[in-house]
């Protein structure tokens, strides 16, 4: 019961972190993301990779719509694996409900001063989801005691 928990504290806060960056202006998501990505552009100069910053700090946004949404997802199967009986199960309601909330994510952003809703992020998002739900089936020890008694 306290790891179902746990599992479940971890889902919600790191909801809660998506929202809250989804809620925000376009000039407050602009400073958010581009405080990290002049720190992470500062690497790549030093490591002399040559990019302009603003190609960079696109390519950073979008990491970061995927970043989000597959760690969402991967943890939310971990938790749904714990609450549902089955693995199909705990994919399926993965796929639909963390789907559901990367398409929510970017109609939120529709309504935030200054950001729009964009299909391109919402497929990213969506990528996200699938590939953190792939990664969490395959992960798990479930998944890794049946390969081993097949």
């Not at 694996?81 to 089955?86: E, P």
């Not at 994919?91 to 729009?116: C, K, N, S, W, Y």
């Not at 497929?123 to 992960?139: A, D, E, H, K, R």
Request: net charge positive; charged share 15%; with cysteine.
């Amino acid at each position: 019961m306290k790891k179902q928990t746990f599992r479940w504290i971890l889902v919600i806060l790191w909801l809660t972190l998506t929202v809250y960056l989804s809620q925000q202006s376009g000039i407050e998501s602009s400073a958010t993301s581009g405080w990290l990505a002049h720190r992470l552009f500062r690497i790549f100069e030093f490591l002399g990779i040559n990019i302009s910053y603003q190609v960079f700090h696109a390519v950073f946004r979008k990491i970061a719509h995927f970043g989000i949404h597959f760690i969402l997802a991967w943890l939310g199967y971990r938790a749904l694996l714990i609450s549902c009986n089955k693995r199909r199960n705990a994919i399926t309601v993965t796929l639909v409900l963390f789907g559901a909330i990367a398409i929510f994510d970017e109609a939120v952003q529709g309504i935030a001063p200054g950001r729009a809703i964009m299909l391109f992020d919402a497929l990213i998002n969506l990528s996200g989801v699938l590939l953190g739900t792939i990664v969490g089936f395959i992960t798990t020890k479930q998944y890794k005691n049946t390969l081993k008694t097949e």
